[in-house]
């Protein structure tokens, strides 16, 4: 890695600059996996290939069936830094803000699904037996 700005664009950890030894490297490369990955959030994920034009600390799901720098990366957590394309396979449990749906996603271990089960922003609830808000949902507080 090379001309890292100040901080990481996503969560804004400081880089080290001065890049004189493995140590700074190997750090810096951490810390941009940890800016794509705590709080995961994207800004598409309906791509199969790369954008034209990512920025740095663009991340997006890929959709499958990847092609390009996307191939074989599917569902994958893709970042652009300034060396390229980084990629992190999703573990289960893992959830992730997709920006231009406003949807909160989760993986389920095969696919990334609404972390709401099928509510997502917008979504209704109709016709729910128990909804505990403030109490446990029972047969006095349903």
Known sequence: MTDLPD????IGV???QTKENEFEVQHNDALVALDALVMPSV?????SAPPGSPGFGDC???KATGSGAFAGKDNQVAQYDIAGWN????????TCYVRD???LLI????SW???LGLLSAGAELQNVARFGIGTIADATNP
Request: charged fraction near 25%; hydrophobic fraction near 30%; aromatic fraction near 22%.
């Open 7 to 10: 901080i990481s664009p996503n």
């Open 14 to 16: 400081p880089f080290y």
């Open 43 to 47: 800004l598409d994920r309906d791509l």
């Open 60 to 62: 997006y799901l890929v």
């Open 87 to 94: 990629f992190y396979p999703p573990r289960e449990g893992w």
């Open 101 to 103: 749906e406003n949807t």
């Open 107 to 110: 993986w389920d271990g095969g």
């Open 113 to 115: 699904e609404p972390a």
